[in-house]
């Protein structure tokens, strides 16, 4: 007899709201409430740009050139990734973005949209048995593509709830076929200054440029994401490769990925490079951990007109606590 332990993260999915629920909703929402984030010297923004601070309208849906990938979509949910809260507006989740090689604004979907998707050739190199270079839809083709309801909780204090499709990033890790003295994954974002004029602006150390640790990347929680509501996912929100780790805050998440290296060496994330003080290298959630500017024990929901409470690693804390039980949360700032 099976008998399955619910999660404390779980809810039944007859209580998450519907996409077509959502997708009638087009009405006015409030936004995060958070002032502009300066940097300081040089006036470099933060990690997160700022979030509006009055009732704005939501736009209009986007409309994408057809994605190649297209017929893959939807593909069967996994039940294992359920939610606590209701489905974020599809409309909120594909319109409301930090992108910064396309500009520092949130509403840089429609500049995204310029970004050519196809040819799209990823490496998969460094302390690796063959190194190698596939394209996006060989890639597609050999991974056990599926659906996850996941939190997703940016620096800046908003959140959202979206169903991902794509692949457990250890997968990717299993084609690899790293060398046993790997102990880091690498991860870069494209750069095309031509077609992103964001990556024009000198002082950024553009590419942008993630990492993992082995065990973060193999951990059962880490996805690489290729779709977003039951379609490929769109160009603002990381086509055709995004990393979604949960547990972490938001500028973790790395898109338009087109390499992943294998490395013995801790890798410099992008807004580490900027500003290690503020931007560390782990990021974990933690709601009694404030960045140095803002609190971060609440979160304004995209949508909903309040905040809630927010949750040790972004409520996923007794599936992935014990990647850190044996490191000082000092002596490596874990949770920003």
């Known amino acids: 007899m099976l008998i399955r332990i619910k999660r404390g993260w779980e809810l039944p999915e007859s209580q998450a709201t519907p996409e077509d629920v959502f997708l009638k909703r087009r009405s006015l929402l409030k936004a995060a409430a958070a002032g502009p984030l300066l940097l300081g010297a040089g006036g470099l923004l933060a990690a997160c740009d700022e979030a509006p601070n009055q009732v704005a309208e939501a ?147 553009w590419p942008y440029v993630e990492g993992l640790t082995m065990a973060e990347a193999t951990h059962e929680l880490a996805f690489i994401a290729t779709g977003l509501y039951g379609k490929p996912i769109p160009k603002q929100n990381g086509a055709p490769l995004r990393l979604a780790v949960p547990w972490k805050y938001g500028f973790k998440h790395i898109k338009g990925i087109v390499r992943f290296e294998f490395t013995d060496e801790r890798p410099v994330s992008f807004w580490e490079e900027i500003q290690g003080g503020e931007y560390g290298f782990w990021a974990n959630v933690n709601p009694e951990v404030p960045h140095p500017r803002w609190s971060q024990a609440t979160e304004r929901v995209l949508g909903v007109d309040e905040r809630v409470p927010t949750l040790l690693y972004n409520g996923y804390g007794e599936f992935v606590a014990d990647l850190y039980k044996d490191m000082d949360p000092k002596a490596e700032r874990l949770f920003m």
């Not at 297209?70 to 974020?88: C, F, H, K, S």
């Not at 500009?103 to 063959?130: C, F």
């Not at 692949?167 to 084609?175: G, H, Q, S």
């Open 59 to 205: 736009a209009e849906d986007p409309k994408p050139v057809e994605d190649p990938s297209a017929g893959l979509y939807p593909v069967e949910r996994n039940e294992r990734y359920v939610l606590d809260r209701p489905i974020t507006d599809e409309t909120l989740a594909t319109t409301y973005n930090n992108y910064y090689e396309f500009g520092s604004s949130k509403n840089i979907w429609q500049k995204a949209q310029a970004l050519p998707i196809r040819p799209w050739t990823v490496a998969i190199d460094g302390m690796v048995e063959t190194p190698m270079q596939i394209g996006i839809d060989d890639l597609l083709a050999r991974m056990p593509l599926e659906e996850r309801l996941y939190r997703h909780r940016c620096v800046e204090a908003w959140s959202m709830a979206v169903p991902y499709s794509g692949f457990p990033m250890k997968a990717l890790v299993d084609l690899a076929r790293p060398l046993s003295s790997a102990r880091y994954v690498r991860m870069e974002t494209f750069l095309d200054r031509d077609t992103a004029s964001g990556q024009n602006a000198a002082w950024y150390p």
